[in-house]
């Protein structure tokens, strides 16, 4: 079983029936993105917490699996959480630490999902701005002189189309 292959739907299910296990899973897509990182598409991450949380899935033998356990997810910088600042792309809130998440956070950490880190987007998200803009721009992953309009092209190619395949998949 090749992890980077895997859609969401199919890593959660190697990972609940144990064919995969959770550090597996982290280590192969923490990999990626380092092969990645020129496509600047991260701007923060915590890989050693991600692995701690791994390893301990790896632990435990739930009685109820979580739909999204152990699954990393991406969380664009203007969207809350607690557990890392919230800089919206820009130097004037680059050390905004929120007291609460965002819904769709809490909604995916009860679902069992682990946060990867935060993803780069354009000051604000409302395009490119160099000038003003708190982190380098993201880079699509073809072409690597190219820009990515909002920094999505490089989230896809980093978790190898996982969640988009989950949601194709499930709407047929």
Known sequence: MVPL????????AA????????????????????????LNAW????????????????QVRPKYHK???????AIKDNIDTTDLPTSGGTWALLATKP??????????????????????????EEGPRRLLQSHALTRK?????????HGLGPILSLFQRTLILAVCRSAH
């Open 67 to 73: 739909t999204l356990a152990g699954i990393p997810i």
């Open 43 to 58: 701007i923060r991450r915590d890989p050693e917490r991600l692995i701690a949380q791994a390893k301990a899935l790896d």
């Open 141 to 149: 992953p073809i072409g690597a002189k190219q820009t990515s309009p």
């Open 15 to 38: 990972l609940r029936t144990r064919q995969l296990g959770h550090l597996e899973y982290v280590q192969a897509l923490l990999a990626q993105t380092d092969r990645l990182s020129t």
């Open 5 to 12: 292959e895997l859609t969401l739907i199919e890593a959660a």
């Open 99 to 124: 007291k609460r998440n965002a819904a769709v956070v809490d909604a995916l950490l009860q679902a069992g999902a682990l946060i990867a880190g935060r993803t780069n987007l354009h000051e604000y």
